[in-house]
């Protein structure tokens, strides 16, 4: 039989109460449990919400309207955990620089203010405010202990090296081994967030919860690097349809100078215009070790460098071409492109 939550609303602050279960969390994979008494057997299903009532190390706890089971935690993405904080109930509450009421008043509180316990006395708790962070004591006869949810941000690791679309047309640049944001799961695709707070869908084939077998990569640490990434590979892809015309750098249309050029311009990096001159800044980089946002040059001249473009991933690239007049993708190793193919450079480095 199948078992679990039928619809979970969560925000940001939920207020429950004391006796309500704790965290909750979603099954990322398919799971057939047998309750703590041995008696019965659980289908859970990818996708389904459960109450999850405690952990150890390797398991969550949860609880199903016909029993209790422990579940490996690879099988469950955590989404929500209950936390405790405290709120002012009288409106003539007041923080005090020393546990006694003799003592110098540090801030006048308002009913519902959240503060956060730090210690706890007999008739005085050492608190910190949640709006300002002032820290102070507070009569516990003043306050009052809720339960509360929170919106819990878990960690992957990618599997793939790959660039992701949301619906605002933002992109995301992952490259394999990286540390991954996850907010949530659905439809057999996990939420992924950026720095900024952005949300990116990604197929859970692409990410591992729980593998010790892949460890994360330095780029990962690098926050502001993978961050420009994104936005010089975000403008080579909304730039693609767009003629080509030589010389230009976006005004009319782009060259494939021009398009690298106006890319990296995002960032605040001002390349030379040509290719030629393009493909002598930053890092060699061998070709089989090309990541996303890399620059690919070609000679399709006969004469030396004559052409760049953007490396997105997957062996392809976003240039404005001659021959298609206009930005499009192509493959680096194509029949055309692969016997042209000369150097690559690193310009933002990982």
């Known amino acids: 039989m199948k078992r679990g939550l039928a619809a979970i609303t969560v925000a940001a602050l939920i207020f429950m109460s004391d006796t309500a279960f704790g ?3 979603v099954f990322v994979n398919k799971a057939n449990l047998i309750d703590k008494d041995n008696e019965n057997v659980t289908t859970f299903l990818q996708g389904d919400r459960v109450y999850i009532s405690d952990e150890n190390e390797n398991q969550y706890i949860i609880n199903d309207d016909k029993g209790i089971y422990y579940v490996d935690k690879h099988y469950i993405l955590l989404t929500t955990k209950k936390t405790k904080i405290f709120k002012i109930k009288n409106n003539t509450a007041v923080m005090y620089s020393e546990p006694n009421t003799n003592s110098s008043p540090l801030k006048e509180l308002v009913v519902d203010e959240i503060l956060h316990l730090e210690s706890l006395g007999e008739q005085f708790g050492l608190f910190k ?3 300002d962070q002032k820290t102070g004591y507070v009569l516990l006869s003043d306050v009052e202990e809720r339960s509360i949810e929170k919106e819990n941000i878990s960690y992957g690791i990618a599997t793939a090296t790959i660039t992701v679309k949301n619906t605002e047309n933002k992109y995301l640049h992952i490259k394999k081994a990286d540390i991954l944001y996850i907010k949530d799961f659905r439809d057999n695709q996990y939420i992924i967030l950026d720095e900024e707070g952005n949300e990116f869908l990604v197929n859970s084939l692409l990410v591992s919860l729980n593998n010790e077998n892949i460890q994360a990569s330095r780029s990962s640490f690098n926050r502001k690097a993978a961050t420009n990434v994104s936005k010089v590979v975000e403008y080579a892809y909304n730039s693609i349809g767009k003629p080509y015309v030589y010389g230009d750098s976006g005004k009319k249309g782009y060259d494939c100078s021009g398009l690298i050029y106006s890319a990296y311009l995002q960032i605040g990096i001002k390349l030379p215009r040509s290719s030629s001159q393009q493909a002598n800044l930053g890092v060699k980089v061998d070709k089989e070790d090309l990541s996303v946002g890399d620059l690919v040059f070609f000679n399709t001249s006969g004469k030396g460098i004559s052409h760049v473009g953007l490396y997105i991933g997957d062996g392809k690239m976003i240039h404005s071409s001659t021959g298609s007049k206009k ?24």
Request: avoid cysteine.
């Open 327 to 350: 930005v499009k993708i192509d493959e680096i190793n194509s029949s055309y492109y692969g016997k042209r193919y000369v150097t690559a450079r690193r310009i933002i480095e990982n």
């Open 129 to 131: 405010t949640e709006e």
């Open 23 to 25: 965290d909750t969390g």
